[in-house]
């Protein structure tokens, strides 16, 4: 069973910037879509930013701050996020997609907190 490992979070201060990297255990072929997710404190997960169909997108919470980067090659995705907000703290999740049987995969999460 595919795995896919976050790393990168931690602790921050806020307009400090942070780099989180996903990396899958093994090898996802057909990848389509590879994003981040997060999830506030008592709040719903959204979605952060993706790369679906080599088209990028973001959430207008973090446009102009955020850098998703994604390697299918090497089925790894990161997010690179700067002037980091304390509302920004959350759980951050990846997740990434395959067309080949409809694999979904998400990571297990890693904890981003900004300190005001």
């Known amino acids: 069973q595919v795995q896919l490992v976050e790393s990168g979070g931690g602790l921050v201060q806020a307009g400090g910037s942070l780099r989180l990297v996903c990396a899958a255990s093994?090898?996802?072929?057909?990848?389509?879509?590879m994003g981040w997710y997060r999830q506030p404190p008592g709040d719903e997960r959204e979605l952060v930013a993706q790369?679906?169909?080599?088209?990028?997108s973001y959430a207008d919470s973090v446009k102009g701050r955020a850098t998703i980067s994604g390697d299918a090659a090497k089925s790894t995705v990161s997010l690179e996020m700067n002037s980091l907000k304390p509302e920004d703290t959350a759980v951050y999740y990846c997740?990434?997609?395959?067309?080949?049987?409809?694999?979904?995969?998400w990571g297990q999460g890693t904890q981003v907190t900004v300190a005001s």
């Open positions: 790369i679906s169909s080599g088209v990028t």
């Open positions: 997740r990434i997609r395959s067309s080949y049987r409809g694999d979904d995969y």
């Open positions: 093994e090898s996802i072929i057909s990848i389509h879509f």
